[in-house]
């Protein structure tokens, strides 16, 4: 039957408190999806031999059966005890909001941002209620470590973000005057635009195409002359904008990635990226000093891009990113939290 599940499979929840309304994985295929949501359908689908796995989601108006679990309202885990492990995505206070409800459950803070100065007491809340932070890079874990502070850090694991088992190069054609940029605007898109008009000066034909998910409205000031908007892109047609490009362009300064799936996901279908050293897990995602260069640098920027458009960079995908590691990864820890805190039980009976 469908959605029926093996009874000694772990019983997870994943309580997605940020999301605006339902997903699933088809909304990989329509558009629209920010990364931490295609993130956890990816992984919450390939965990699904061995784990019985329910989403709870901000914003989801019916229950329904996918190949990543159960998908329900973010209020139905009120109702839920049915549970052996709880995995919140982003909101600290949620996480600590469910100790209270399930005492006895591992519990995990699956983080994919930096928290904002107001949130400095959340060390010492997750501490105390035994929340497990999961950051998606080891820049991310090193600078949640540092703003916390040494007293008031919990436990902190690290697992990246996946990519597709499948994903890499083919024979289409990179086209050595278009740059794309793609990621929502806020993620430094204005200072992007002044970046590219300084190259246009002195490679008129260049274009930027602007891959833009559409979950949220920027001011990013007027568009230079060459840029082209894509719109909203299902992920396999931004996977063959990403071919075509001779890089992709982010060398802005501002916006700090705690990870940076895009240029993950660039490299290993051959394409370079073009970023700025040492903002926040750049230099890790991108280990190849060749794709980072100072953003306040528009000569450095420029000598890059001609360098490219003579001969073109090839790159290939960080095998710590494939999905099926990734995968092992979180099954392991979810296993061996299970089996602590089940030990623990049966020591304190």
């Not at 772990?10 to 629209?32: F, H, K, N, Q, T």
Request: hydrophobic residues 40%; neutral net charge.
């Amino acid at each position: 039957m469908k959605g029926m599940r093996n009874k000694d499979d772990l019983r997870v929840a994943i309580v997605d408190p940020c999301s605006a309304a339902g997903y699933d994985l088809p909304d990989l295929e329509i558009g629209g999806l920010g990364g931490t949501e295609a993130t956890v359908l990816r992984v919450a689908a390939a965990l699904r031999s061995g784990f019985n796995i329910s989403h709870f989601q901000r914003g989801r108006t019916c229950k329904q059966w996918s190949t990543a679990g159960w998908l329900s309202g973010l209020d139905d885990i009120e109702d839920t005890d049915d549970l052996d492990v709880l995995v919140v995505i982003n909101r600290w206070k949620v996480a600590v909001k469910l100790r209270k409800r399930y005492p006895e459950l591992p519990i995990f803070l699956w983080l994919h941002v930096y928290p904002g100065r107001h949130n400095r007491k959340m060390g010492a809340a997750l501490k105390s209620a035994d929340v497990t932070v999961i950051c998606v890079s080891n820049t991310h874990a090193e600078e949640l470590k540092s703003f916390l502070g040494p007293d008031n850090t919990p436990d902190l694991r690290v697992i990246y973000n996946p990519l597709d088992d499948d994903l890499g190069p083919d024979d289409t054609p990179r086209h050595p005057e278009m740059l794309l940029f793609a990621s929502s605007p806020h993620k430094g898109l204005r200072e992007v635009f002044g970046q590219f008009s300084t190259l246009r000066e002195h490679i008129p034909k260049l274009t930027l195409a602007i891959a833009d998910p559409g979950y949220l409205s920027w001011d990013t000031g007027p568009e230079p002359d060459g840029v082209v908007f894509l719109g909203s892109l299902s992920h396999a047609a931004l996977i063959c904008q990403m071919r075509r490009a001779l890089c992709l362009f982010f060398p802005q300064t501002s916006f700090a990635e705690t990870f940076g799936l895009v240029l993950a996901e660039a490299n290993a279908v051959g394409t370079p990226v073009l970023v700025h050293a040492g903002l926040g897990a750049n230099d890790e995602i991108v280990a190849d000093t060749v794709q980072r260069v100072d953003g306040h640098d528009p000569a450095q920027i420029l000598a890059r891009i001609e360098t490219w458009r003579r001969t073109p960079l090839q790159t290939t995908a960080n095998p710590a990113f494939r999905l099926q590691k990734v995968a092992q990864e979180w099954a392991q820890v979810l296993h061996r939290a299970f089996a602590t805190r089940h030990r623990l039980r049966a020591v304190s009976s």
